[in-house]
Every structure is written in C-alpha cells, then in structure tokens.
C-alpha cells in the first residue's frame, strides 16, 4: 500500500517531544529553582501528551482510511502484526529488564504493577497504592493507553461506516469531557478512584477522537478536489 507522506506530523511529534521534556526538565534534581520555575510555566507536559494522543488517532484512522480507499478493506490482522512488530519487542524486551532486576532483589514493584504492565494497563494504578509513582514504570501509563486505543477502534471502524464513526467518535468526545467533569465536581464514589485517576484512559479518548476525526476531514477533503465544504459534503 503506497502512503502519501505527512511531513507536518514530524513537526507535531518535535512540539510534543519539546513540551514533555521541558515538562520534565523542571522536576529534575539539581535544575536551579528559578529555572525550574521557568521551564514550568513554559512547558505544559500534559498538553505535550494529548498532542501525542491526537497524532496516533489521526495517523491510525488516516492509515485505515487509505488502504480501505485502495483495496475496499481493512485487514486486521496485518494491522495488528504492524503494531506488534513496532511496539512489543522493545517494550517487553524493557519489561523483562525488570524482571531480572526484581529477581535479583534491585528493584522492587507490586503485582498490581506488574499486572498493569503486562496487560497494558498500567494506566489505572491504584492511587492509594500509590504504585504510578516511581520512575522505573510509571511512565508507560501513556504507551497502554495508545495500546488500548490500537485494540478497540479498529474493530469499530470496520463496524460502522462514515456517519457512523463520525457520531461514534463524537459521542466519545462528549463522554470524555463528561467524565472529566464528574471527577472536577467530585461527583463520584470514592471506590471508583481507579477509573478516575489522572492517568485514566477517558480523561483522554476526546484528543484521539480528535485525532481520527481530523482524518476522516482530511481524506474527504482530498477526495473532495481540497476544498473543505466538498470535503464537508462528502463526509455528510
């Protein structure tokens, strides 16, 4: 499948890179205060994350689009091998890495941990745990999150045509931002306080839908000879 190259992407992804790691820069150890503070104001982490978010759900939906517009079909299988291939064999080769470590009494991280990492849910820790906070895992928060996203929308992309996606994708929108709401107002039980941490995968479903929508726009604009209201019109 021939895939016309988005070099703006490239430019995303360097605008997310330079937020998270400014982010990052400002809780460093030894970084002089006033610059901590000014790296802070700068750089807004969180943003950098759904930037990236938002890529994967447009380059996802963007890559699907294309080969059903060539081949009238999604494969799922070679979907889910392009993704395995890219993304397990380093992730678990790092997985193991700590393996060997707790084997050797070097590190040390509870089942509720390791569950997380070897289900791709190391998103929803256990906040009274505390178990997100440390700096060997706690980070792949976001990669299970993208790995959830890669497992779930495929399966419903191919279930639903355009209007379909698009009033999916939309109801997703306002569900997330609903969710998002419900824990500002502390509207929920406090038992549900796994589903509501602030790594939870619906605080972020709104930036991928985002991301798959703005897809969906693109390739009907192309179709539609790049004018947006034949774009429009082709989407509707």
Same mark, same amino acid.
């Given at each position: ?36 503070? !000014?790296?802070?104001? @700068?750089?807004?982490?969180? $943003?950098? +994350?759904?930037?990236? /978010?938002?890529?994967? &759900?447009? %380059? ?36 193991? !890495?700590?393996?060997? @470590?707790?084997?050797?009494? $070097?590190? +040390?991280?509870?089942? /509720?941990?390791?569950? &997380?990492? %070897? ?40 279930? @639903? ?76």
């Amino acid at each position: 499948m021939k895939v016309q190259q988005l070099p703006s992407v490239n430019g995303w992804r360097a605008i997310s890179i330079l937020l998270v790691l400014g982010y990052h820069t400002s809780m460093m150890h030894g970084v002089p205060l006033n610059l901590s503070r !000014l790296f802070s104001a @700068l750089f807004d982490g969180n $943003l950098g +994350v759904r930037f990236f /978010f938002t890529i994967s &759900g447009f %380059l996802i939906t963007w890559l699907m689009l294309k080969e059903e517009a060539e081949f009238g079909c999604v494969s799922l299988k070679n979907f889910y091998i392009r993704r395995i291939l890219r993304i397990w064999p380093v992730y678990f080769s790092y997985v193991a !890495l700590l393996g060997v @470590l707790q084997a050797f009494g $070097l590190l +040390v991280q509870d089942p /509720f941990v390791w569950r &997380g990492l %070897l289900t791709f849910t190391r998103n929803f820790f256990d906040i009274m745990l505390e178990t997100y906070a440390d700096g060997v895992s706690g980070h792949c928060w976001s990669l299970s999150i993208e790995e959830q996203f890669y497992f779930f929308w495929p399966f419903i992309f191919l279930l @639903l045509k355009t209007k379909g996606r698009i009033w999916f994708l939309i109801a997703t929108i306002l569900f997330s931002n609903g969710f998002g709401t419900i824990d500002n107002l502390g509207l929920h039980d406090r038992h549900a306080h796994i589903l509501f941490g602030k790594c939870s995968t619906f605080y972020y479903m709104d930036c991928l839908s985002w991301g798959c929508l703005g897809a969906i726009w693109l390739t009907a604009v192309d179709g539609g000879g790049a004018n947006w209201k034949n774009g429009l019109r082709n989407i509707l």
